[in-house]
């Protein structure tokens, strides 16, 4: 089974500040790997696809990178509405698709 | 607008069985590749199972391998998950989510694009 690495657990950050999340996967998924956004009591949004693809609807201050077992996701210019818990999911050859445990952005 | 909405979650005892539903609004799920998602309370996400849109591949997590069963009606635009012999460890807020589609016997994959609300399901005695 790959393993799905988020680092940190918590990032504490201030508004207008740029956010970076990590994700490490234990063997490559190549660019096979989503971001989702999730908030207290919703559903998770999915905000990037294929490593760097923005889904419909998702502001350009959310950009993703990576390939193979390191990707990043990184928040340009923290809004308010961007304190929420960070997913990664690989999707590589088949399932079970796994996903990290998360980081959660907070307010500095 | 698109939309999921799950239903079905209770309180079971240990053992006992529930089935979820979902239903799709603004879209067929017939050339959709669907799935569960599953959150215990306070923890992260855990994919459970998905099912390609003509039924032809099924795919679940290990630890609910002979005890769930995830199906689909395409002409009632409507995904279920049956679970039996629940666990503690079960207890969670089922999501029903939307992955890839098949277009011209090609498979996309955007990730899971489209959520339901969720519904909740506790095992306790």
Known sequence: EIVMT?????????????ATLSC???QSVGSNLAWYQQKPGQAPRILIYRASTRATGIPARFSGSG??????????????????VYYCQRYNNWPPWTFGQGTKVEIK | EVQLVESGGG???PGGSLRLSCVASGF???TYCMGWVRQAPGKGLEWVANIKGD????????SVTGRFTISRDNAKNSLYLQINSLRDEDTAVYYCAREGETVAGNYYYYGLDVWGQGTTVTVSS
Not at chain 1, 6 to 18: C, F, H, K
Not at chain 2, 55 to 62: A, H, L, N, T
């Open chain 2, 28 to 30: 067929s799920i017939r």
């Open chain 2, 11 to 13: 309180l079971v005892q």
């Open chain 1, 67 to 84: 390939s193979g077992t390191e990707f990043t996701l990184t928040i340009s210019s923290l809004q308010s509405e961007d304190f929420a």
């Open chain 1, 6 to 18: 988020q680092s940190p657990a918590t990032l504490s950050v201030s508004p207008g500040e740029r």
């Open chain 2, 55 to 62: 039924g032809s591949e099924i795919y679940y997590v290990d």
């Open chain 1, 24 to 26: 490490r996967a234990s």
